[in-house]
């Protein structure tokens, strides 16, 4: 059995960076991959990711992503390549959503500047944009586009200079925590380790060994569609959230050799499992996105690229887990990360590591302990 102070379980988004961060200061670390680095096959593929600060989800996790913004920076200068670039967002929806109402106390809470559109502002400043009638606008000037495969690239290219060993195309088979060290068992052989990171995605629900955590996954799709005018305006356009028609939708500017990319949010999502997820897109689904994208952005929804499939995995309320698992204090877990998660992966790495090698973290994660769920060793 070979020894190592960190295994990692899983390197995605969080558990690249994970194992970056503890590889820095200095452990020797583990890291396993059923399948190739940026796969996609789970959560943490697809070209472009948002990133944002005036965060709606909830005011706690801005002091986070702050954090998050400085250290993909950092990673950028350490790995000589560009990884975040800064485009503004875009929020359009009722004056009453959650988006709006959000956006606002997030900005109020922590100072984040945003500022709201009149109609004739929108109109001005963004003349391909159909708003809905009677809803607001807000935009964010700090906000942008994360290149995913080339975040989980630079964090795992950094990690193994820092003396990280990644195996992927290497499946787990079990795990088993004694009182000082933990086992894990794949389909090359067995480590042991002192400590123990679980970054799985949607497959940790397999690996929480009888924690009753309340995960639920979700199949969601990305697509992509070749502008039918107006490549260049829409080239320069920020990130975009709307809501309309029930529907809470997302976008991107257009990249030349990508075309438009656009996805629902928690919508017309269907509850899945990573081995019986549906890879395939339909041609009603194809339809139903590009009429969505044609009611806001009607240069845009030309024609259809190309979609792929993902998965979310879901907390009853949305937020994060991020924790010690309940019966094995050296064994760390992040999990949940409910569709929002990929642009906090530098700091949870941090995070990860901190609780690894530490015990403990100073950054403000209180919100995202599994005991709010009562959750308990079955």
């Known amino acids: 059995m070979a020894k190592h102070d960190v295994i990692v379980l899983?390197?995605?988004?969080?558990?690249?960076?994970?194992?970056?961060?503890?590889?820095?200061?200095?452990?020797?670390?583990?890291?396993?991959?059923?399948?190739?680095?940026?796969?996609?096959?789970?959560?943490?593929?697809?070209?472009?990711?948002?990133?944002?600060?005036?965060?709606?989800e909830a005011p706690e996790y801005v002091p986070l992503v702050l954090r998050a913004?400085?250290?993909?920076?950092?990673?950028?200068?350490?790995?000589?390549?560009?990884?975040l670039r800064t485009t503004g967002a875009l929020y359009v929806a009722p004056p009453e959503s959650e988006l709006i109402q959000g956006v606002l106390l997030s900005a109020r809470t922590h100072g984040i500047p945003c500022e709201t559109l009149t109609p004739a502002d929108l109109a001005r400043r963004y003349p391909l944009v159909r708003a809905p009638e009677?809803?607001?606008?807000?935009?964010?000037?700090?906000?942008g586009v994360l290149r995913p495969e080339e975040c989980l690239a630079a964090h795992a290219r950094l990690a193994e200079q820092h003396g990280?060993?990644?195996?992927?195309?290497?499946?787990?088979?079990?795990?088993?925590?004694?009182?000082?060290?933990?086992?894990?068992?794949?389909?090359?052989?067995?480590?042991?380790?002192?400590r123990l990171v679980?970054?799985?995605?949607?497959?940790?629900?397999?690996?929480?060994?009888?924690?009753?955590?309340?995960?639920?996954?979700?199949?969601?799709?990305?697509?992509?569609?070749?502008?039918?005018?107006?490549?260049?305006?829409?080239?320069?356009?920020?990130?975009?959230?709307?809501?309309?028609?029930?529907?809470s939708v997302y976008g991107f500017p257009y990249i030349d050799?990508?075309?438009?990319?656009?996805?629902?949010?928690?919508?017309?999502?269907?509850?899945?499992?990573?081995?019986?997820?549906?890879?395939?897109?339909?041609?009603?689904?194809?339809?139903?996105?590009?009429?969505?994208?044609?009611?806001?952005?009607?240069?845009?929804?030309?024609a259809f690229l190309r979609a792929a499939a993902c998965m979310y995995t879901n907390t009853p309320d949305g937020h994060f887990v991020i924790d010690h698992h309940p019966a094995h204090a050296h064994v760390v877990l992040a999990c949940g990360?409910?569709?929002?998660?990929?642009?906090?992966?530098s700091v949870v790495g941090e995070i990860l590591a901190d609780l690894a090698l530490d015990g403990e973290t100073a950054r403000p994660i209180r919100f995202l302990s599994m005991r709010r769920f009562g959750t308990a060793v079955s």
Request: proline fraction near 4%; include cysteine; hydrophobic fraction near 45%.
């Open 164 to 194: 990280a060993e990644l195996h992927f195309n290497e499946s787990v088979a079990a795990w088993d925590a004694a009182a000082d060290r933990v086992t894990v068992r794949t389909s090359a052989g067995a480590y042991e380790a002192s």
């Open 134 to 143: 009677g809803a607001v606008a807000l935009t964010e000037p700090h906000a």
């Open 198 to 247: 679980i970054t799985a995605g949607p497959w940790t629900p397999a690996w929480l060994r009888g924690v009753a955590l309340p995960l639920v996954v979700e199949r969601q799709v990305l697509y992509w569609f070749e502008p039918a005018a107006n490549r260049e305006r829409l080239a320069e356009m920020p990130v975009y959230i709307w809501e309309n028609e029930g529907a």
């Open 69 to 83: 913004y400085e250290l993909w920076r950092a990673l950028e200068r350490d790995a000589g390549v560009r990884l």
């Open 337 to 345: 990360f409910s569709g929002h998660g990929f642009k906090f992966a």
């Open 10 to 56: 899983g390197l995605g988004a969080m558990g690249t960076a994970a194992a970056y961060h503890l590889a820095r200061r200095g452990a020797r670390v583990l890291g396993l991959e059923q399948f190739t680095l940026a796969h996609d096959r789970g959560s943490s593929h697809g070209r472009t990711r948002i990133i944002r600060q005036a965060y709606h």
């Open 257 to 302: 050799g990508q075309g438009v990319k656009c996805a629902f949010h928690h919508t017309f999502g269907e509850i899945t499992t990573p081995e019986t997820i549906r890879r395939e897109v339909s041609e009603m689904e194809r339809d139903r996105m590009r009429r969505h994208l044609a009611l806001f952005l009607p240069d845009a929804a030309g």
